[in-house]
């Protein structure tokens, strides 16, 4: 009976299964054995995986015994704080007693930090002192203002607006109590309008920080121009519109102007492989607040200049000189 199959099969077949029986380890690589210093090793590390292994095997019943523990959450003594809350004011440690007394602080120390440059200030103060013996202790009015009425500036990052989206709604927001201008902001639909709002939580927060304003604080070291009467007063702002202020510590939104910044670079990727470049303007915005107390006194100066202006009359009761009988031409 004959062969189907090939010679060259029969051949290559042939030569394969000499291949195999001179390198046995191809098969079965564990039958080889390796004793040099290493192995010891190896032989270890093996060992701590399999026994790895089994560990973290949930259906191994060495699972339960040699799974770690968590260690336990220090929890608070009754009557303290935990470390870090917000509640903590500092006056108690962790465990419930007073802290030490305060050490005072170094003032020769601390000068460096105070008075940095103190021939300057020296200066600046014998200034001061001339000044005031030259006026005999009277200061102008702009000096009155500033020592008796708060103000406080804010200026915004730059953001990623133009000019002609940002003017409205600094005009709408100019003139208006700080409250009324964050309602308009929460529900304007524009889009800048949200980073609006956040600035202006930012400059009350730094005002009320800074300059102590709208804390209720009606009057201020030395003669003031504040109305010492009792509330409330009828005022009118800038656009006419009349108001009733309750407290003069009220802040409002005395002006508001827009900067233009620089333009920045963003790639616009066109049709045929063509890539154009954008310039996105970026614009801030400058807001000034101050205390009803300076509109109220606005108010008041312009009623007494409107009660100071004369009648006017339409023929003043004076005599006309240069009369003569005949036209002198």
Request: proline share 8%; hydrophobic share 30%; with cysteine.
């Amino acid at each position: 009976m004959r062969s189907s199959v090939p010679p060259r099969r029969l051949v290559h077949a042939a030569n394969n299964l000499a291949l195999i029986q001179q390198r046995p380890s191809i098969i079965c690589p564990h039958q080889t054995q390796s004793r040099t210093v290493f192995s010891w090793f190896r032989r270890n590390e093996k060992k701590q995986t399999a026994l790895d292994s089994v560990t973290r095997d949930p259906s191994s019943p060495d699972f339960l015994r040699k799974r770690p523990t968590r260690p336990s959450q220090q929890r608070p003594e009754p009557g303290t704080l935990a470390r870090g809350s917000i509640l903590d004011d500092g006056t108690t440690t962790e465990t419930g007693q007073a802290p030490a007394a305060v050490v005072p602080r170094n003032a020769h120390t601390m000068q460096p930090a105070i008075n940095p440059k103190p021939v300057a200030r020296a200066r600046w103060h014998r200034k001061q002192v001339i000044r005031s013996v030259r006026h005999r202790g009277r200061i102008n009015k702009e000096t009155l203002i500033a020592r008796t009425e708060r103000d406080s500036l804010s200026k915004s990052p730059f953001w990623k607006t133009s000019v002609k989206k940002l003017m409205p709604l600094a005009r709408q927001i100019s003139g208006k109590t700080l409250e009324e201008a964050m309602i308009q902001m929460r529900f304007s639909k524009k889009k800048v309008a949200k980073d609006v709002l956040e600035h202006l939580k930012l400059a009350v927060d730094e005002a009320t920080v800074k300059k102590g304003m709208g804390l209720g604080l009606t009057t201020l070291k030395g003669k003031g121009s504040r109305d010492t009467s009792e509330g409330p007063w009828t005022i009118y702002d800038r656009k006419g519109k009349r108001r009733v202020v309750q407290d003069q510590s009220q802040v409002y939104i005395d002006q508001a102007w827009v900067g233009r910044g620089t333009y920045g670079r963003l790639p616009d990727y066109r049709a045929r492989g063509r890539v154009f470049i954008m310039r996105p303007p970026h614009t801030s915005l400058t807001v000034v607040l101050k205390e009803e107390a300076t509109r109220v006194r606005l108010t008041q100066e312009k009623a007494e200049k409107r009660a100071k202006r004369p009648v006017w009359t339409a023929l003043p009761d004076r005599p006309i000189p240069g009369q003569r009988q005949h036209v002198l031409w």
